[in-house]
């Protein structure tokens, strides 16, 4: 849930580094989206590798794939019905990840550069490797 914030606040706020208005409030300038694979470089999973399932840009978190997973016990909600024990992802801050590289087994920095025909995509710094942003749509 993404919290209303007073217009002067959120003036005084976007003078920071890094951080975005939005209609709802701040977002967070993130180095990584949907669909990146990552490495987890610091907590409980270290060293772990998963893809971005969720980007969560008003909070600066991520949900990873197979990383920081959370065991809830649920009640049963009828009658006759058995508890469960639910396994899933929680959100880990996006400090916490680093872009990685399959073909290289490496993980890296970002930055920015063009191709020849003038587009702006991201690059993986330690190996060269592009990031080309991935086509939208069900088709292609």
Do not use: F, W
């Not at 208005?21 to 999973?45: A, E």
């Amino acid at each position: 849930m993404v919290r209303r914030l007073q217009p002067g606040l959120v003036k005084k706020l976007t003078k920071q580094a890094g951080i975005r208005p939005h209609r709802n409030g701040l977002r967070y300038k993130m180095h990584v989206r949907q669909g990146d694979t990552v490495q987890v470089i610091s907590g409980d999973d270290k060293g772990k590798v998963g893809e971005i399932l969720r980007v969560l840009p008003e909070t600066s978190r991520v949900i990873v794939a197979g990383v920081n997973i959370r065991t809830k016990h649920a009640k049963p909600q009828r009658e006759g019905e058995k508890g469960q024990i639910v396994r899933a992802e929680a959100p880990l801050h996006s400090s916490k990840v680093m872009l990685y590289s399959q073909e290289k087994d490496l993980a890296s920095r970002v930055c920015h550069t063009y191709t020849e025909d003038g587009r702006k995509v991201r690059m993986l710094k330690k190996t060269g490797e592009l990031l080309l942003p991935k086509l939208k749509g069900k088709g292609k």
